[in-house]
C-alpha cells in the first residue's frame, strides 16, 4: 500500500524532521478507525536500561590512622559548573582521631524556589607532618550510588582509602534536623 499526498507517493516525500521521515518509511493502515505502523525490517528498538544513579558522597568521615596531626581540606561541589555554591572546609585533625564532614545544603534560587540542593564532596586533599600532599577525587573508589557518612581512612603508608561506612550513624549528628535534612 502506498501512501499519496497530491500527486507524490511517500517515497518521494521528505521531511526536515527526522522523525517524520521514519514514519513515512513505514506503512499506515487504517482498519476499524485505528491507525497502526507495520515495519518491514525487523530491527527492534534496543532494550530500556535505567541510567545508572550517579557515585555522590554526600558527607563523610577521614580518619586519620598516622601518629601525627594532618590538615585537610575537604571541596563541595554546589550546582555543576558554576562557582557560587562551592566551599572548601580546612581542618586540622589530630593524630589517631577522625572528623566528620556533614551535608551542605543550598538554595539557589531564593525567593522564587523553595528548594534545597545538597552540595557533593568531589576533592579531599591531606598534608601530613613530612610536607606529603595526598589527594582524592570525584569519583571516588568503591563509590557506586549516592551515600552519606563515606570514610576516607589517611595511613601511614600510601594513599588516602577510600572505604564504605563501618559503623552505624551516629544519631546525635542527626538531632534537631528537619525532615528534608534526615
Not at 559548573?81 to 589530630?94: A, G, S, Y
Not at 557518612?149 to 594513599?159: K, M, P, S, T
Request: proline share 9%; net charge negative.
Amino acid at each position: 500500500m502506498s501512501t499519496t499526498i497530491g500527486n507524490k507517493t511517500e517515497s518521494e516525500i521528505k521531511s526536515t524532521d527526522p522523525m517524520i521521515n521514519d514514519l513515512l518509511k513505514r506503512q499506515a493502515k487504517n482498519e476499524n478507525g485505528v491507525v497502526t505502523i507495520n515495519d518491514d525490517t525487523d530491527e527492534k528498538p534496543p532494550p530500556f536500561k535505567m541510567p545508572r544513579a550517579p557515585p555522590h558522597v554526600y558527607s563523610c568521615f577521614v580518619v586519620n590512622r598516622t601518629n601525627e596531626s594532618i590538615e585537610c581540606d575537604v571541596h563541595y561541589d554546589g550546582r555543576p559548573e558554576e562557582d557560587t555554591f562551592n566551599e572548601d572546609v580546612h581542618v586540622i585533625i589530630p593524630a589517631n582521631d577522625e572528623k566528620f564532614f556533614p551535608r551542605k545544603f543550598f538554595q539557589p534560587d531564593l525567593p522564587e524556589s523553595y528548594c534545597r540542593w545538597v552540595k557533593i564532596i568531589t576533592h579531599i586533599r591531606v598534608k601530613k607532618q613530612n610536607g606529603k600532599i595526598l589527594e582524592v577525587d570525584y569519583p571516588f573508589d568503591n563509590v557506586h550510588q549516592p551515600i552519606r557518612n563515606w570514610e576516607f581512612h589517611v595511613r601511614d603508608q600510601g594513599d588516602i582509602l577510600s572505604k564504605p561506612p563501618t559503623r552505624p550513624a551516629n544519631i546525635i549528628k542527626y538531632e534537631n534536623l528537619d525532615e528534608y535534612e534526615r
